[in-house]
């Protein structure tokens, strides 16, 4: 065995980047990151609606922004979790003989994701996906609506409404289930680079209304999320 590969076995603990074997690319051990992406967020269709009505809905993309906890318990499984700014929107509009109106209604939550990472490595320093899943808890800290009414007689005037605080017509906790793959892109260093699509469909009823109303719709968060993260860690 020549000296340097003496030196490397029996020193390369101590000086990892001296011979080029720097951070592996496992994932095992603490990592902590950020992340930032586009989704689209939607709701499912239990509304309440008018029959009378021609109505349509529409997923609305909104920016997302997260930090990220991960801990490598072994080689091929992480647990994660985090704090994540997701806000969730929806555009409802309807057509009438009278008139057309255009509803846009915004929630933002923060939420606590808790989830278990299986990666399919090939080696280390090459780019590796990982599939998950998991539940995560969220918290409603706004909701607004804009509101706008088209008459189609053009002698009467249309209304307007913006950010009208509707936190009232909501529940203030959410819950769901999450799924998604990532993709890792490391590097001879403690840094890696992630890709991850994400989709959320909530479980709890985010509609707050009386108990002695007529109609109680059980309608629930969705969305689907792209976003790109730097990592750093083992």
């Known amino acids: 065995m020549s000296f340097y590969g003496f030196s490397q076995k029996k020193f390369s603990h101590l000086y990892p980047g001296y011979f080029g074997n720097g951070s592996s690319s496992e994932p095992t051990g603490l990592r902590v990151g ?15 609606v008018n029959p009378n009505l021609e ?53 933002n939550y923060l939420q606590i ?12 320093y090459k780019p590796y996906p ?18 706008e009414s088209f008459p189609l007689n053009e002698s009467q005037e249309g209304f ?13 906790l959410d819950y769901g289930v ?9 590097f001879q260093t403690y840094y890696q680079i992630m890709i991850d699509l994400k989709g959320y469909l909530g479980l709890a009823n985010i509609n707050n209304f009386p108990s002695d109303a007529t109609d109680q719709p059980f309608t629930v968060n969705q969305s689907i999320s792209i ?8």
Request: hydrophobic share 35%; no cysteine.
């Open 160 to 172: 307007s409404e913006y950010d009208k605080n509707v936190m009232d017509n909501y529940n203030r």
């Open 55 to 107: 109505d349509s809905y529409e997923g609305i993309f909104k920016p997302n922004l997260g930090l990220m906890l991960q801990y490598g318990f072994s080689p091929s499984f992480i647990l994660s979790s985090g704090l994540d700014y997701s806000p969730m929107a929806v555009n409802y509009e309807t057509v009438s003989p009278s008139e057309n109106t255009v509803t846009q209604t915004r929630r």
């Open 34 to 48: 950020i992340r930032a992406g586009i989704a689209q967020t939607d709701i499912t269709r239990q509304l309440l």
């Open 130 to 147: 990982a599939l998950y899943g998991g539940a995560a808890l969220g918290y409603l800290l706004s909701a607004e609506r804009d509101f």
């Open 113 to 124: 994701p808790l989830l278990l990472h299986g990666t399919l490595r090939k080696g280390e």
């Open 227 to 234: 976003s790109v993260g730097l990592l750093w860690g083992r």
């Open 178 to 186: 999450v799924a998604g793959v990532s993709y890792y892109i490391p």
